[in-house]
């Protein structure tokens, strides 16, 4: 199940429609239209507001895992602009090769902790 999949099925649970979404999370239904369509990826802020209004986790939304909860720094890291363009593929990625680049960096932030 890919994204806008996970973030249509997420608001369908919610019983809002795109256009209650939208108004909660202050922006054009077009815009939220986009997301669940594939068409637009939501920023790191909205994707946030979208993960509280829906209260679920970036993981699952971004990878569909409902068991990792990933800090929230890390997918700031990931869905910020200047450096999004290292992670271009990742929307495109199958699920296990977004794991693996979790769990990658999760070691790293670790490393660094440690040092």
Same mark, same amino acid.
Request: hydrophobic share 30%; charged share 35%.
């Given at each position: 199940?890919?994204?806008?999949?996970?973030?249509?099925?997420?608001?369908?649970?919610?019983?809002?429609?795109?256009?209650?979404?939208?108004?909660?999370?202050?922006?054009?239904?077009?815009?939220?239209?986009?997301?669940?369509?594939?068409?637009?990826?939501?920023?790191?802020?909205?994707?946030?507001?979208?993960?509280?209004? *829906?209260?679920?986790?970036? &993981?699952?939304?971004?990878?569909?895992? =409902?068991?990792?909860?990933?800090?929230? @720094?890390?997918? +700031?890291?990931?869905?910020?602009?200047?450096?999004?363009?290292? *992670?271009?593929?990742?929307? &495109?990625?199958?699920?296990?090769?977004? =794991?693996?680049?979790?769990?990658?960096? @999760?070691?790293? +932030?670790?490393?660094?902790?440690?040092?």
């Amino acid at each position: 199940m890919a994204f806008e999949d996970r973030l249509t099925e997420s608001r369908k649970i919610k019983k809002v429609t795109q256009q209650e979404a939208a108004n909660m999370l202050g922006i054009a239904r077009t815009t939220y239209a986009s997301y669940e369509q594939g068409h637009r990826q939501p920023d790191y802020d909205t994707l946030k507001k979208i993960c509280e209004l *829906f209260n679920v986790t970036f &993981d699952y939304l971004l990878t569909g895992n =409902e068991q990792s909860n990933s800090p929230d @720094e890390m997918w +700031q890291k990931f869905l910020d602009p200047k450096t999004q363009i290292f *992670f271009k593929d990742l929307q &495109d990625a199958p699920e296990e090769k977004i =794991e693996e680049l979790i769990r990658f960096w @999760e070691f790293i +932030q670790e490393r660094d902790r440690k040092k």
